[in-house]
């Protein structure tokens, strides 16, 4: 690392960081390696010009090792674990660097062997890098659909693993995104109707709440409807949506004498 302060934000953000550390605030520590972390990712991507900075991605690799650190001695092992294995792909980008490689990956696999008394933080290891993806993002502007990507497949993720509450997060999260997009093209509508299907499931097979489900249900065919031409249109998401609604309207006017969405449609 560089020891004087020809600063920019990431540099600055780590010596704070190291700062806080060193007078025992671990979580201001934390914050503060995070965010340098994404800075100098941000500084050494193809999409981003900066002037030259000599041994850039040294620095790079020793703000995430760092901050895994921080975050380990925190017990938040899942991100750390994360943190270690991007320290590993930055340091291998260099030469000479057979030790550093090395240790991170020891520390990777420390972190991971870790979760193993902690079963309930798994499911944090396998969100972690999409969250460290869309974390990046949002340092760029106009990229909140690829922000929502990413918060989707979290939220389907979550789904998977029984974790109603946190997919819900997700998946909202995603539409508060998307429909900050304006004017939306039909990719962002598409995606706001995969959303709404989404929370429509989760709100009548999950939470039983048929009221919500319908408004979500409505609305997503509004979205689909309009992206028919779509390249990546799934007309089976549409479909389905008009079943759970025939299934709540029918039961709602006495049509049917017991729920016939008891049972989540595959």
Do not use: W
Request: proline share 4%; with cysteine; hydrophobic share 35%.
């Amino acid at each position: 690392m560089h020891t004087n302060r020809d600063n920019f934000p990431a540099r600055e953000a780590f010596y704070a960081g190291q700062e806080q550390y060193a007078l025992g605030h671990l979580t201001q520590a934390t914050t503060l390696l995070r965010q340098s972390v994404l800075l100098f990712a941000e500084m050494d991507s193809p999409k981003t010009t900066y002037l030259f900075v000599p041994n850039l991605r040294v620095e790079r690799a020793t703000a995430c090792e760092t901050c895994a650190d921080y975050l380990a001695e925190a017990g938040q092992y899942p991100e750390a674990a994360n943190l270690y294995h991007e320290a590993v792909n930055v340091y291998q980008s260099l030469n000479n660097r057979t030790a550093e490689v090395a240790r991170c990956a020891h520390k990777a696999v420390s972190a991971i062997n870790a979760l193993r008394a902690h079963p309930e933080d798994r499911l944090q290891l396998l969100i972690a890098r999409h969250e460290r993806q869309r974390q990046q993002l949002t340092l760029r502007d106009n990229t909140e659909e690829e922000q929502a990507h990413f918060l989707m497949e979290i939220g389907q993720i979550c789904t998977r693993r029984e974790r109603y509450p946190q997919a819900k997060e997700s998946f909202e999260e995603a539409l508060r995104l998307l429909l900050t997009v304006f004017p939306a093209p039909l990719s962002v509508l598409y995606l706001k109707g995969v959303c709404h299907h989404q929370l429509g499931n989760l709100a009548l097979y999950r939470f039983r709440d048929s009221a919500e489900a319908e408004a979500h249900y409505s609305t997503a065919l509004s979205d689909l409807e309009l992206c028919e031409g779509l390249a990546e249109y799934d007309e089976t998401v549409a479909d389905m949506c008009r079943y759970a609604l025939e299934d709540i309207r029918a039961y709602r006017e006495g049509l049917s004498p017991t729920p016939s969405y008891h049972e989540e449609r595959e």
